[in-house]
Every structure is written in structure tokens, then in C-alpha cells.
């Protein structure tokens, strides 16, 4: 167990629905990260904060966004859902350079 | 940018047999390195890390990797694979020094491994 919980496991939901992932890093940690885990694409980095702030932003899309909030826990929302969106998405968090990652949500989009 | 190269996606070894996964990295300096290991279903657990000093570094379940800078590499190995040992592994950079980057992980295409009993 990495102390990183991300909440739903699961998600199957339609095309152009909105969802939101749910992240809380290790007690301790002031960074989360998300990842996507796709097929086609492999693990990316989407984005990542530090203690609130946005810290650094990779290939994520205009119709996703994230925050980190006041306790920490980070909440990440997928909006107008494409096919191309299904994927394992990954919370991670770390307190200097080593990152842990959670179980992941898969999240499915028919 | 920096970039991770995993040659190979599939490898089969037998129960007992040595294992070494390859992995070579693409950046201006060191970076730190990472291996992760990936079981069915399941998230990514870290197996090692590499950020300076010894180039040979130990890390759980036996495994061990070895920092080449001449070679921009960091293979990961093991002495005696167990059945359980089958996953997927990545191995993963960060570029400390980038602007801008944060801390980002950058992942290889990870390399799926099969144990035969």
C-alpha cells in the first residue's frame, strides 16, 4: 500500500459526460501528480501541484482540468468525454524526489 | 526534451533463469532514474531509483540496476526470476534541472515480462 487512495476505481460513463477523479496523497506529501495510462499513448504526465499551486503542466487536454485543495487531496475533472478518453488515470504524490502512486481509476467511456 | 527508450516490449524467461530488462534515457545531464514495476490491474510500484553517487543500486524483490552515463543507461536485473515476478516494468526518468518541468516522470513503453515455470 503507497498511503495514496484515489477514489472511484471504477468509472464507465457516455460520451460527453463529465466525471471527476478524486486524489489523496500521502500524509505528508505537498506534490500530486496525474498520469494517464493509455494503450495507445502509454503513461503520461498530465499536470502537477505543489502545496495548492499549479507546478508544472504536461499534454493534457483544454477539457481537462485540476485542483489541489487546502487539505491537499487533488481532484481531477475530465469534461465533454471522448472514446479516445478511456484510460487508467493515476494519482500520484511525493514529498521530495521520489514519486508513489495510487491504485489508479479506470475510466470507461461508451 | 527528455525521452526514455525500452527496446524491448516482450520478454520471456524461465523460472530460476537471470533476468535484465534495458533501458536507455535521452537528456542533457543526469536525470534521476526510476524502475517501477506494474502487476495485472494493479498501480506502479517503485523498485529502485537512481539520483547520484553509487552507479549500482539495490532495490526490493532481489532487483538491482546499474547507472551507465556512457552508455545513457540503466538496466534492470535480477539474479533468480520468480514466477511472481511477471508484470510490466517501466523504467522512468526525471529531469531536475528542466524549467518548467516540475518533477515530472517520463516513462519508457515499459517491457512486459513472462516467467515459464
Known amino acids: 500500500d503507497s498511503g495514496v487512495t484515489q477514489t472511484p476505481k471504477h468509472l464507465i460513463t457516455a460520451t460527453g459526460q463529465r466525471v471527476t477523479l478524486r486524489c489523496s496523497p500521502r500524509s505528508g506529501d505537498l506534490s500530486v501528480y496525474w498520469y494517464q495510462q493509455s494503450l495507445d499513448q502509454g503513461l503520461q504526465f498530465l499536470i502537477q501541484y505543489y502545496n495548492g499551486e499549479e507546478r508544472a503542466k504536461g499534454n493534457i487536454l483544454e477539457r481537462f482540468s485540476a485542483q489541489q485543495f487546502p487539505d491537499l487531496h487533488s481532484e481531477l475533472n475530465l469534461s465533454s468525454l471522448e472514446l479516445g478518453d478511456s484510460a487508467l488515470y493515476f494519482c500520484?504524490?511525493?514529498?521530495?524526489?521520489?514519486?508513489?502512486f495510487g491504485p489508479g481509476t479506470r475510466l470507461t467511456v461508451l | 526534451a527528455q525521452s526514455v527508450t525500452q527496446p524491448d516490449i516482450h520478454i520471456t524467461v524461465s523460472e530460476g533463469a537471470s533476468l535484465e530488462l534495458r533501458c536507455n534515457y535521452s537528456?542533457?545531464?543526469?536525470?534521476?532514474l526510476f524502475w517501477y514495476v506494474q502487476s495485472p490491474g494493479q498501480g506502479l510500484q517503485l523498485l529502485l531509483k537512481?539520483?547520484?553517487?553509487?552507479?549500482l543500486v539495490q532495490g526490493i524483490k532481489g532487483f538491482e540496476a546499474e547507472f551507465k552515463r556512457s552508455q545513457s543507461s540503466f538496466n534492470l536485473r535480477k539474479p533468480s526470476v520468480h514466477w511472481s515476478d511477471a508484470a510490466e516494468y517501466f523504467c522512468?526518468?526525471?529531469?531536475?534541472?528542466?524549467?518548467?518541468?516540475?518533477?515530472?516522470?517520463?516513462f519508457g513503453t515499459g517491457t512486459q515480462l513472462k516467467v515459464e515455470l
Open positions: 522512468a526518468v526525471v529531469a531536475p534541472h528542466l524549467t518548467g518541468g516540475g518533477n515530472k516522470l517520463t
Open positions: 537528456y542533457g545531464a543526469t536525470p534521476y
Open positions: 500520484a504524490s511525493s514529498g521530495h524526489n521520489e514519486q508513489f
Open positions: 537512481y539520483f547520484s553517487g553509487d552507479t
